[in-house]
């Protein structure tokens, strides 16, 4: 049985930082394209950041080039997303997503699994 599961959300102010994780078992994590999605209320899920499985290739939403890291450790299943310089606008549920490709996946819905989610909040 797949599980991702996140960790790290929580509340910070506006230019703090936070640095997520999700902690991926039952599958060959090494194997995944991994990906994060964020949802603000009222808002239609939207595409963060992603990293593809062999070499590492990342790929960024506008919205968070430059402050925000997406990376992984195969070793220890897990994967990461570093949020610098953060903003009101960056206030969401964010989850992670893992898909059986070798390349790097962009699209919610070709996801096959996904995490519950973690909050953050960034106050003004």
């Known amino acids: 049985q797949v599980q991702l599961v996140e960790s790290g959300g929580g509340l910070v102010q506006a230019g703090g930082s936070l640095r997520l994780s999700c902690a991926a078992s039952?599958?060959?994590?090494?194997?995944?394209?991994m990906g994060w999605f964020r949802q603000a209320p009222g808002k239609e899920r939207e595409f963060v950041a992603a990293?593809?499985?062999?070499?590492?290739?990342?790929r960024y939403a506008d919205s968070v080039k430059g402050r925000f890291t997406i990376s992984r450790n195969n070793a220890k299943n897990t994967v990461y997303l570093q949020m610098n310089s953060l903003k009101p606008e960056d206030t969401a549920v964010y989850y992670c997503?893992?898909?059986?490709?070798?390349?790097?996946?962009?699209?919610?819905?070709?996801?096959?699994?996904w995490g519950q989610g973690t909050q953050v909040t960034v106050s003004s």
């Open positions: 997503a893992a898909d059986p490709t070798p390349g790097v996946v962009t699209t919610a819905d070709e996801y096959d699994y």
């Open positions: 039952g599958l060959t994590f090494s194997r995944y394209a």
């Open positions: 990293i593809s499985w062999n070499v590492g290739i990342t």
